[in-house]
């Protein structure tokens, strides 16, 4: 109470000092003259404090906020020693600006510029005779209104501001004068009067960098006080692009995060590493954070759970790389972490967007395949070769049927997108609201993915000392999906595209769907496979999610700079699959099989932080926050089916319906985590920054004696350009040497591998079923994490006043105790046992560069990446390698093997064709016989290099952006060969180059492709690895913001775009995409592709209306 | 920090903070949910059940009796060949393949003799009803010998294991033939005193005491302790449970014994049950014309016709042993084979929607053949009682009534020679035990593999009368090297 009684007193005192600068005012003094006569005002009177500097960053700190300022506008100036005492930010800034005729706006969420108040020094009377100028200020971009942008008569402190309208009257001496428009964080702008009485202005946003303010894990920091790697996207990134997941926008804009998008189809999965592969079972997949909540991602077959949220909610995207941000995140650090705050509402006018965008696709690259002439006369000459009767000896007779299967399965894809947001707020409440739709055709028939969500985020100041912050997010998706998975050859439409013959049409006269066995009825037809456009349409495969996740934090602060900070959160997620395979279809036979699998996911978390932020002296700062968390996972699920029904009509909805029933599958399982978590961040002398955290996390998944593990690490940086040798170089305007240590963990594996478990086993006794338990595993009480021990070193710079940017860092990772499936003797009734041996590692260098090239109102700005990764595996268990699942009936394609990538290709070597036009392979072991023993690494699935370059231009309410993206020195492993490009070896049709295969009339020894024959032995070798790099033009993007005010439009801002997603591939990859991962995130088989849904071209108009 | 001192409510809120998970590391105990723990399942007699159930299961493991036992034991077989990737097997050059199945199947069986091993170690402690106790216990000791008798006749001595497997100390040495079959011997001593001789309906399956002396009287055999396998068949025969079915035609050896529609019958000694709707995976394996065959090497082994099968009158489908069609028919009546394939094996069948048939381990004719040829050479010759044994076998396989004699007809031929006599039972085995998993183990026993097999033209070597060890064994367990390797493996 007595504090608040000071604070009072003193606002008092400041409120006389205020009055008394205003009285000090005179037209036409200097601007430095006024800042003298401030400064000494305030020196006398308020007994001095602490620097104004000072005290903006002890702001910045407590509220989490970051300020805009001009240096020399502050230089000097003290504030009242005890500011930052209570919890009232609006409070608190007038105090601090007040007496200064400073005032502030709030630029964004957290970002506030400050400024002169000029409306203070505009004198009135004047003997002068004035004229009076008019006008609006709006932001470039968005058209919308500028609020408190300075207007100044240029060589005068004559000037005004703009009020909450943009608007502003001024009057001149002259009509000929010049007038400034400045604000911090824009473009000034020097504008000539020439006559006019009223000037219309678009400001252009100014890049900066080192102000922003990025989310840390359990707290933020200032990008100038990172000691750690961290790399970020804002939402203007994410808007640009128009991706149904936010995780496929990140492609190529970040260095280090290697984005691939394994599925084209709408909702599909991605896969993103970052900075390398780090784990054989563990899973490499980050860890996704939503405002505070670590949430439920992965895949559900081929959809990816992060389509639930919608981009244009999202306000930042931060990337955890290095241990020192890393390690807070204890057992799941080790991946990387994703942090994602979503959009909250600002102080001020309430806002109204809405979004429309419309996205016309196509698929990418379409293959030709054989037309009905090529595949009948192959198919003769396979016969032929294998000395067996001609399938077509009148070819005449079948080839006026010619149907591409392409086209048969393709379509136009069409999206439609709709978002609605409301935000704004007074002193004491913000909020946001937004809800969306977005509805999504895929390029393949029968793909479609929609989603719906609705979001809710507050932000209330109950008292000066308590804040509290819900949040909720509520969405569904729902996405029908086609069979694109895993190369599953039976139902994948695009390997079954090949294997329909383009003798054979989709459907008969009466638009009846040709059975597969009549499409398999020729004596070279594969045993396999079904009609394509039948298993599109005719296997439903409906995945509904439904997501509800929301976090409540009360934040109070128990004493000056001391805070806690309780936060519960959860995330549900409920999956419901719907499957029916219609009689239709031969694995629909004899009539019908419908399916219904429901899964539920639940994680309930709760955070207890406390923050101590305190400054000592002139020259040291802290910031320490420790915490315990607690977080606990149920999932179950129920999957019940029945088949033979009378009719396809039901679908799945009555499986009652159905005659035969399948013994239902049920499961549960759980996990909880519980963690005790601390970081100290330093800085001394503002330029030696020091932060150490630790978490010790103690995990249920793992063994008895192995609950509970440390993670620390450690972090200097030092920020050279405070140093005075380097601020004589006026180049350099930031220069931040950066190093760190530490040490995460990797805790994904499923819950209960420590314990032996005893499982049920069926048997019959009696005639009926019955059931014992038998133990499934070998517990291993000793089963712990595997934990990646990082270093990073890392350097800022910033030059000729932020115009280049540029970062760069060398890392180097070591994961150990990898979890490994160790060989036991079979005698001992197991095969093997789950056990922490062996290791990985990464390293390598991400270099990150920005410069504006042009500033002005003619805006040009480059950004660019480039990071390279080198994948090693150092140690297995007894050395022995792993050789990953088969890709098909051929074998495996990827080893694990020491010193080589993890998951390298590996197969036999193949060397051009035999006299008989087979594959010749290498005998390595020069033994005379060619078989296992002879394969070889092939190649690697991890490319050296991963770019990506985007470029923006602005001027006036133009805006064109372009992202260019790629991966060089990789490799794929083109499984789709093994069935339609080796010279129909299996019965399938052909891509069409196969047309220059090995003939026996022309027995070229270097021909692409071998004797068509069934004989054929295309094992697993070289013939599937294909040069994958690639040059993308990802994205190009044009927008005009209308200039709503000069068009005297009754908006706040209004956009127009046009955009183009993945316009151009540039590659040697002979199949639909060289960005691809078949299997899911889990699985070995890395880079290989068979079957995958191709990725799309797409083109997009879209409109954003502000009111 | 001088306010915190002054405000206790503050400060109490920290602490809290800080104390709330005193006792946390009980929250990280993992409680299972869709399976048990070892101390759950083995603290009741609910749970001694489940887990002696459990054992019974592993014999249904694709690798064990279901598949790969059975395909490896009768390929090796004189009377059986493969087809596909397992037609190396018939042909006695077994490749990495095959050998990589055995090795499965070696593990198979080891992952049954564990679950007997927790078992026998769990049960006892358990507070429940003590003849039940003693059961479960002699069903696992029965089931252990079992695996280990199936081991040690094709493997010879292998790693003597008797506790459940623990933790990582896994190394053990190859025991002896004689410390193997010691334990056999103990276990089914226990299990012949311990188990009931015979169950309710619901409990059907289960091991009997008459079960483990059948058992143990065929390793009485194989150690050619010809008196003691003598006097225990001679118990099961005198035991009045059992009978030898009567038919009348082929067809009715699938309506009375090996057919889908058969839940148990008066011979039934021991076997692995299967319903239509938990059915049998080795029965497609073995014949499967209604789903066709395949190119490789699934579904329909095939007959050696040079062995017995293809021998005298069983060449011809007019024999009148009724055997002869219930167990083989010509493969030319399927339209998907090669027509050089012309003998398959139709003793177990059902439509692939019916694969219900039971697969019989031991069944009343074999203690009274093991009677049979125990009895002869204890006796340096044939008994009446061994004539009568082995006839009672012959007339029900031409529909006769067993037990009215039928000398001058199908009964054997009297004064035979111990040696005659003996073969004349081996034959008889032959036929009688067609795909039940006999014929290898009495080739090898008898010292006759070599001399039979070759005599067919086909290259078997010493090596294939002790089959490789797993490899896995070798390079995982510390206590062996290569050098424990079979011979010529």
């Known amino acids: 109470m007595k504090k608040w009684i000071q604070g009072l007193s003193l606002i008092v005192l400041l409120l006389f000092v205020y009055s008394g600068v205003i009285q000090a005012q005179e037209n036409g003094k200097t601007l430095a003259q006024v800042k003298l006569t401030l400064e000494q005002d305030i020196k006398a009177s308020t007994n001095s404090g602490v620097k104004f500097v000072t005290a903006l960053k002890r702001l910045e700190e407590k509220f989490d906020i970051s300020f805009m300022y001009q240096m020399e506008l502050l230089e000097g100036v003290s504030a009242p020693r005890d500011i930052g005492k209570s919890e009232n930010l609006t409070y608190e800034l007038k105090k601090l600006l007040a007496p200064y005729n400073l005032k502030y706006t709030r630029l964004n969420n957290r970002t506030f510029a400050i400024s002169f108040d000029f409306s203070k020094y505009v004198q009135k009377s004047n003997e002068q005779q004035l004229e009076q100028i008019q006008g609006t200020v709006t932001d470039a971009e968005s058209g919308a209104p500028l609020p408190g942008v300075n207007v100044l008569i240029k060589g005068t402190t004559t000037g005004t501001s703009t009020d909450n309208n943009g608007q502003y009257e001024l009057n001149v001496p002259s009509l000929q004068d010049t007038l400034v428009f400045s604000f911090i964080g824009y473009e000034t702008q020097q504008v000539p009067i020439n006559g006019r009485t009223e000037i219309n202005v678009a400001l252009t946003v100014q890049a900066v960098s080192g102000e922003e303010l990025v989310v840390v894990g359990y707290g933020t920091q200032q990008r100038r006080d990172l000691t750690g790697s961290i790399s970020s996207v804002s939402s203007e990134d994410l808007a640009s692009q128009p991706t149904t997941s936010f995780d496929n926008a990140l492609q190529g804009k970040l260095a280090g995060v290697r984005v691939v998008q394994s599925n084209g189809a709408p909702g599909g999965r991605t896969r993103i590493r970052i900075r390398g592969q780090n784990s054989v079972l563990g899973g490499s997949d980050p860890l996704y954070v939503v405002d505070g909540v670590p949430i439920i991602s992965g895949s559900s077959g081929n959809t990816n759970l992060l389509a639930s949220i919608n981009p244009a909610d999202i306000q930042s995207i931060d990337v955890l790389k290095d241990a020192s941000a890393t390690a807070i995140y204890g057992a799941r650090g080790s991946n990387g972490v994703i942090l994602i705050t979503t959009k909250k509402g600002s102080q001020g006018q309430q806002r109204v967007d809405f979004e429309t965008s419309f996205s016309f696709s196509e698929v990418e690259n379409k293959l030709d395949l054989m037309n009905a002439e090529q595949f009948v006369e192959i198919a003769n000459e396979r016969a032929r070769n294998d000395g067996a009767a001609e399938p077509f000896p009148n070819p005449g007779e079948v080839t006026d049927v010619n149907t591409d299967w392409m086209d048969e399965i393709f379509r136009a894809g069409f999206k439609q997108n709709y978002s609605l947001s409301t935000s704004g707020g007074d002193d004491n409440t913000r909020y946001a609201v937004s809800t969306n739709y977005t509805d999504e055709k895929g390029t393949i028939i029968g793909s479609d993915f929609s989603r719906g969500s609705l979001r809710l985020n507050l932000d209330q100041d109950v008292t000066p000392r308590l804040q509290v912050t819900p949040t909720l997010y509520v969405s569904r998706t729902q996405s029908e999906r086609v069979n694109t998975e895993e190369g599953g050859d039976g139902s994948n439409v695009m390997i079954n595209t090949f294997m329909a013959p383009p003798i054979m049409t989709p459907r008969d006269e009466e638009g009846n769907f040709t059975p597969g066995t009549e499409l398999k009825q020729f004596p070279f037809s594969p045993g396999s496979g079904d009609n394509p456009v039948a298993l599109a349409l005719e296997n439903l495969n409906r995945l509904t999610s439904d997501r509800i996740l929301g976090n409540i934090s009360a934040q109070y602060e128990l004493a000056d700079g001391l805070s806690v900070k309780i936060l519960g959160g959860i995330d549900n997620v409920n999956n419901e699959v719907d499957g029916f395979t219609s009689r239709v279809l031969q694995s629909g036979l004899p009539a019908g099989e419908g399916s219904e699998s429901r899964s539920t996911t639940t994680t309930f978390l709760n955070e207890n932080t406390v923050n101590y932020q305190g400054t000592f002296g002139e020259d040291h700062r802290f910031n320490a926050t420790a915490g315990f968390t607690w977080q606990k996972e149920e999932s179950e699920f129920v999957n019940v089916s029945a088949s033979n029904f009378v009719t396809d009509d039901l679908l799945n909805n009555n499986l009652g319906a159905g005659e035969n029933f399948t013994a239902p599958n049920t499961g549960s399982e759980e996990w909880t985590l519980i963690s005790w978590l601390g970081r100290v961040n330093y800085t001394l002398k503002d330029r030696y920054l020091f932060t150490f955290t630790g978490r010790i996390d103690g995990s249920s998944r793992f063994g008895e004696g192995n609950k509970y593990g440390t993670f620390p690490s450690a972090a200097f940086a030092w920020r050279i350009s405070e140093e005075d040798f380097i601020q004589e170089i006026e180049q350099i305007s930031n220069l931040k040497l950066r190093l760190s240590w530490g040490l995460s963990g990797n805790q994904a594996i499923e819950p209960f591998q420590s314990l032996q478990r005893m499982t049920p086993q069926q048997l019959v006794l009696g005639q009926s079923s019955s059931v014992g338990f038998a133990p499934a595993n070998l517990g291993n009480p000793e089963l712990q994490w595997e934990t990646t021990e990082q270093i990073d070193v890392g350097v800022d710079l910033d030059l000729w006043e932020q115009r280049v940017r540029l970062s760069a860092d060398y890392y180097y990772k070591d994961t150990s105790d990898l979890l490994a499936l160790v060989n036991l003797p079979p005698s001992t009734g197991f095969g093997s046992i789950l056990r922490n041996v062996g290791s990985v590692e990464n390293k390598g260098v991400e270099l990150e560069l920005g410069a504006d090239i042009v500033r002005g109102e003619f805006n040009w700005s480059v950004s660019g990446n480039i990071s390279s990764n080198k994948n090693t595996v150092k140690r297995l268990a007894r050395g022995a390698d792993i050789i990953a699942q088969d890709v098909n009936i051929q074998g495996p394609a990827n080893i694990i093997r020491e010193g080589e990538p993890l998951s390298a290709f590996y197969g036999l070597q193949q060397d051009g064709l035999t006299e008989n036009g087979l594959f010749n392979y290498v005998d390595q072991n020069e033994d005379g016989e060619v078989n296992n023993d002879d394969r070889v690494i092939l190649g690697n699935p991890y490319p050296d290099f991963t770019y990506g370059l985007s470029m923006s231009f602005n001027y006036k309410g133009f805006s064109l952006s372009a992202l260019i993206q790629g991966e060089a020195g990789k490799e794929v492993w083109n499984s789709n060969k093994e069935r339609g490009a080796v010279s129909m070896h299996r019965g399938y049709n052909q891509l069409e180059a196969v047309v220059n295969r090995w003939r026996p009339d022309d027995p070229d020894p270097n021909a692409p492709f071998p004797r068509a024959t069934s004989t054929l032995n295309a094992n697993p070798s070289s013939f599937f690895v294909e040069d994958a790099s690639f040059l993308r033009i990802n994205n190009v993007r044009l927008s005009y913001t209308l200039p709503v005010v000069e068009l005297n439009i009754p908006l706040r801002a209004a956009t127009v775009y046009v955009s183009g997603q993945n316009l151009a591939t540039f590659t040697d990859y002979s199949w639909f995409t060289p960005d691809v991962n078949s299997w899911g995130s889990g699985d070995l088989r890395i880079g290989v592709d068979r079957g995958s849904y191709p990725s799309n071209r797409s083109f997009t108009i879209g409109t954003q209306i502000g009111f | ?489």
């Open chain 2, 1 to 489: 920090m001088k306010s915190l001192r002054r405000s206790p409510t503050k400060l109490g809120l920290l602490l809290v903070l800080v104390i709330l998970c005193t006792g946390c590391d009980s929250v990280l105990n993992e409680e299972p949910k869709t399976f048990l723990s070892e101390e759950g399942v083995f603290s009741s007699q609910a749970g001694a059940d489940a887990a002696t159930k459990g054992i019974y299961a592993s014999l249904r493991n694709f690798s064990y009796y279901d598949r790969w036992f059975t395909a490896m034991v009768e390929m090796h077989a004189d009377y059986v060949n493969g087809r596909g990737s397992q037609a190396p097997v018939g042909q006695y050059q077994l490749n990495a393949q095959n050998i990589g199945r055995i090795g499965d199947m070696y593990g198979a069986i080891y992952e049954s003799i564990n679950r007997a091993n927790s078992v026998i170690s769990g049960v006892p402690d358990i507070d429940m009803d003590p003849n039940l106790k003693n059961q479960y216990l002699g069903e696992a000791r029965f089931l252990r010998a079992l695996g280990y008798f199936n081991l040690v006749r094709l493997f010879g001595g292998v790693p003597l294991r008797t506790q459940p497997t623990k933790g990582s100390e896994t190394d053990l040495p190859r025991a002896s033939e004689d410390e193997v079959y010691s334990l056999i011997m103990e276990d089914l001593q226990f299990a012949e005193n311990n188990l009931p001789g015979s169950y309710d309906q619901s409990s059907h399956g289960r091991a009997t005491s008459w079960a483990a002396k059948t058992l143990l009287a065929d390793v009485y055999l194989t150690l050619e302790r010809w008196g003691d396998a003598a006097a225990k068949a001679r118990e099961v025969m005198d035991s009045g449970e059992f009978s030898l079915v009567q038919v009348s035609s082929s067809e009715d050896f699938h309506t009375k014994m090996f057919g889908p529609g058969v839940t148990s019958y008066p011979e039934e000694i021991f076997s692995i049950q299967y319903t239509q709707s938990i059915p049998a995976g080795w029965l497609g394996w073995l014949h499967k014309p209604a789903a066709g065959y395949s190119s490789g090497g699934v579904f329909a082994w095939w007959g050696e016709l040079d062995s017995f099968i293809g021998q005298g009158e069983w060449a011809t489908e007019n024999s009148s042993d009724l055997r002869r069609n219930a167990f083989l028919y010509s493969g030319e009546e399927t339209q998907y084979l090669d027509p050089t394939i012309n003998m398959l094996f139709s003793k177990f069948r059902g439509s692939p929607a019916d694969e219900g048939v039971d697969m019989p381990i031991m069944r009343y004719a074999e203690p009274i053949l093991i009677f049979a040829e125990a009895a002869t050479m204890a006796n340096g010759g044939p008994t009446s009682e061994a004539y009568e044994a082995v006839n009672m076998i012959r007339r029900r396989a031409y529909g006769q009534d067993p037990a009215v004699a039928d000398p001058g007809g199908v009964d054997l031929s009297s004064g035979l020679s111990q040696e005659a006599f003996r073969d004349s039972v081996l034959l008889e085995r032959g036929k009688e035990f067609i795909m039940e998993r006999k014929r290898w183990f009495d080739l090898v026993r008898t010292g006759t593999a070599l001399e039979i097999i070759q005599g067919l033209g086909k290259p078997i070597t010493e090596k294939y009368l002790k089959w490789p060890i797993a490899q896995e064994e070798i390079d995982n367990n510390g206590a062996l090297t290569e050098d424990d390797q079979n011979p010529g493996w």
